[in-house]
């Protein structure tokens, strides 16, 4: 699963070569980050102060509203610093994945940037917000529509690997628990994931809203994504799925180490570590060269089959 790509190999790179492996389920991982990277002074305010002012699960920067989100603190100067360089380093992941996997970045959409100041071994978090569960991604930033959930990471503790285990890709699980997490495509008579005339007025008021409120599209939804966080749900709530061996599989990110993958095809929990870079983007279905490996299509191709 993990797809390794050092320096060497990232000056031998072929086109749509980190594209094809993530598209078909990898783990791409950069042991030396690619990404230039805060310098010192920056990453040590970082890993010093940060834990100490986080409100939210993380703290991140929103692009499309220009202004960081899960910051306790109301030093001006303070804010502007942390919103300074997580602009900064999604603007270095945007451009690298730019060179790297042009055809995906497309028309894509740039999301946050977050900065994980908290040590993920122990947080107490609820089961649906915790990161030391086996899930998959759902509704990012409300919804996608199909669309993909890319996200790289790179772990900026200069002491602790960061670690992560996967239980496994979406094709295997739908296969093995589709059923039993009530999924709708073992009842599907048509395409059960189109989107209605409700789903079509509720995403236009929630575009119409996001204009003067970015942060308003977390409110929207489609069928695809209900089914997609049905899914993640199940994955957390189940003990027995969290607890089962099968398919089992751990990685250890040293630190300063890069890695990227879509979120919603590769389940995963970081068991451990602390101080780590996020970014996330949404990617067009339509730039994908496997676009039947796309969880959405995978999901209309099990209700047809049924």
């Known amino acids: 699963m993990l797809d390794t790509y050092d320096e060497n190999r990232l000056q031998?790179?072929?086109p749509d070569e980190i594209s094809d492996s993530l598209e078909r389920g990898s783990i791409v991982y950069f042991p030396k980050s690619p990404v230039a990277l805060p310098d010192p002074q920056d990453l040590s305010f970082f890993r010093q102060e940060l834990p100490n002012?986080?409100?939210?699960?993380?703290?991140?920067?929103?692009p499309e509203a220009g202004r960081v989100r899960g910051l306790d603190s109301d030093d001006t100067a303070l804010t502007e610093r942390v919103s300074r360089i997580l602009?900064?380093?999604?603007?270095?992941?945007?451009?690298?994945?730019?060179?790297t996997a042009p055809r995906l970045t497309e028309n894509w959409t740039v999301g946050t940037c977050s900065f994980?100041?908290?040590?993920?071994?122990?947080?107490?978090l609820s089961a649906h917000a915790s990161n030391e569960l086996v899930h998959i991604d759902a509704g990012a930033y409300g919804a996608t529509h199909g669309d993909r959930i890319?996200?790289?990471?790179?772990?900026?503790?200069?002491d602790e690997d960061r670690v992560w285990v996967t239980k496994g890709n979406f094709p295997e699980l739908l296969q093995a628990h589709g059923e039993r997490a009530g999924l709708g495509y073992d009842k599907a008579s048509r395409d059960y994931l189109a989107r209605g005339p409700l789903d079509h007025a509720w995403s236009g008021f929630v575009n119409g809203l996001s204009r003067a409120?970015?942060?308003?599209?977390?409110?929207?939804?489609?069928?695809?994504?209900r089914e997609m966080r049905r899914f993640h749900n199940y994955m957390k709530?189940?003990?027995?799925?969290?607890q089962d061996m099968h398919g089992h599989e751990e990685f250890r990110f040293p630190p300063f180490s890069a890695w990227m993958v879509f979120t919603d095809t590769v389940s995963h929990a970081c068991l451990s570590g602390q101080y780590a870079f996020v970014h996330t983007s949404i990617v067009r279905l339509a730039n994908l060269r496997l676009p039947e490996l796309a969880p959405i299509n995978?999901?209309?191709?099990?209700?047809?089959?049924?």
């Open 87 to 99: 602009e900064s380093v999604s603007n270095n992941i945007a451009r690298f994945l730019s060179t």
């Open 237 to 242: 709530d189940t003990p027995s799925f969290q």
């Open 213 to 225: 409120v970015p942060v308003a599209k977390v409110l929207d939804s489609s069928p695809y994504d």
């Open 53 to 62: 002012l986080v409100k939210l699960k993380n703290i991140s920067f929103h």
């Open 150 to 158: 890319l996200r790289f990471f790179i772990n900026v503790n200069p």
């Open 12 to 14: 031998q790179l072929q």
């Open 298 to 306: 995978l999901l209309r191709q099990a209700a047809q089959s049924g």
């Open 116 to 124: 994980r100041p908290i040590q993920e071994r122990g947080r107490n």
